[in-house]
């Protein structure tokens, strides 16, 4: 979206300070003020021409009114957080980053399935929101010639196309959806407590999308009830109410962690290249050569095993979700015993993240394994 009113370089950027590579991407165009982005104010941005944005800032009227901000750049691929009627309303360019991050997500995906000693080349996939995540699991799906479904109001000629209580019955449950409150089809607890009691005993429901499309109260209930019976097994990276989430929910789930399936190394490098993109294209800028991601050269795995023992056993060595959940938990008591809030730790969690590369950056060693199960480590992203 171009704004018809150019702004002119030097440019005063504020920006989140958890968004990286600003100084490879941006430290051209002029200064740059990083800011806690949970608690931007209107007075930061008294000066700024450019705003740089994650998915924790409410970009509206309130924050820019009377400011001289002229573009806006969320480097996440959701929307929610940002009220583009009243941008566009006020010629304020604007870009988020839609895709940046979907291979992290998929290979967290992946993971966690291993993490649970889930052999998902088994299992049937059911997949909500199938946008530019879950479309990228869909591929992958195929590839690995395992069935889905997949339930998206908006791509009803999806050739795996399904409705939800048949999607809700497949062995594994990936929920994808951007987070919509009103228009014909509103995601906000879409998993609501009549579709949680859908899910079969021995499913798994992963959420990775936003953490508002399951009714959090009703899951906790439905939790709580199969304590005493065979139920389904819930990973959730996301949540109502983040970063205040309800600990007495995350004590339940089987695998929990603070909204970061998709904050690979990787993905929020080309999520801060995209808005780059953008930027450029808003105020007529020559093109950005591309950067060195600052993580090539390959590194090792190995495995002794082979099918899916090694599989698993390769991939936690690279991303070992059980450690996220390690971290939350102990986040979580130390609020608990009256020390940080939940919702400190929380955002504190997700600003020290450790760096964690995408597959491609790794090559195996297991001169052992069979073709078959080498195919499908090339089609995770592994060779």
């Known amino acids: 979206m171009n704004s ?4 002119e370089t030097p440019l005063n950027i504020v920006a989140d300070e958890n968004i990286p590579g ?8 002029g200064n740059i003020t990083r800011v806690p982005g949970r608690n931007l104010s209107r007075a930061q941005l008294a000066m700024a021409d450019v705003l740089l944005v994650r998915s924790v800032t409410e970009v ?9 901000v ?3 750049g969320s480097c996440t691929i959701g929307t929610d957080h940002l009220d ?5 309303s006020q010629g304020i360019a604007w870009s988020a980053a839609p895709g940046c991050n979907a291979n992290s997500v998929v290979e967290y995906v992946f993971c966690t399935l291993a993490a649970l000693d889930i052999d998902w080349r088994t299992r049937s996939f059911g997949i909500v929101g199938c946008g530019n995540v879950g479309g990228l699991l869909q591929r992958r799906l195929h590839a690995l010639d395992i069935p889905c479904k997949i339930y998206d109001p908006w791509l009803a000629d999806n050739p795996d196309s399904s409705d939800l ?3 809700l019955q497949q062995d594994v449950i990936c929920l994808h959806v ?5 228009g014909p089809h509103p995601s906000h607890h879409m998993i609501d407590a009549v579709a949680l009691a859908t899910i079969k005993p021995g499913a798994v429901l992963i959420s990775a999308g936003r953490g508002a499309v399951i009714d959090n109260g009703a899951l906790l209930q439905c939790l709580e009830c199969l304590e005493q019976t065979p139920g389904f097994t819930a990973a959730l990276d996301v949540w109502e109410n983040e970063p205040d989430i309800r600990t007495d929910l995350l004590a339940k789930v089987d695998l929990g962690s603070p909204h970061i399936a998709g904050y690979s190394h ?11 993109d953008a930027l450029n294209r808003a105020l007529e800028l020559p093109e950005t050569e591309q950067q060195d991601s600052g993580a090539e050269v390959k590194q090792r795995v190995a495995t002794e095993q082979s099918g899916f023992v090694a599989i698993r056993e390769l991939l936690l060595k690279i991303y070992d979700p059980r450690e996220d959940d390690r971290r939350l938990r102990d986040a979580a008591m130390v609020a608990a015993a009256g020390g940080e809030t939940m919702a400190k730790s929380f955002d504190t969690l997700r600003k020290h993240y450790p760096q964690r590369l995408e597959f491609s950056h790794y090559q195996v060693q297991a001169p052992q394994l069979d073709e078959a199960t080498l195919h499908q480590l090339a089609i995770l992203g592994l060779n």
Not at 266 to 276: P, Q
């Open 60 to 68: 509206n009227e309130t924050l820019l009114r009377d400011t001289p």
């Open 266 to 276: 990787d993905g929020k490098l080309a999520g801060t290249r995209m808005i780059r």
């Open 178 to 182: 951007p987070l919509v409150k009103d």
């Open 70 to 72: 002229r573009f806006v």
């Open 84 to 88: 583009i009627p009243w941008l566009e």
């Open 22 to 29: 600003l100084e490879t991407w941006f430290g051209d165009l």
């Open 165 to 167: 209580p048949s999607v």
């Open 4 to 7: 018809d009113r150019k702004v």
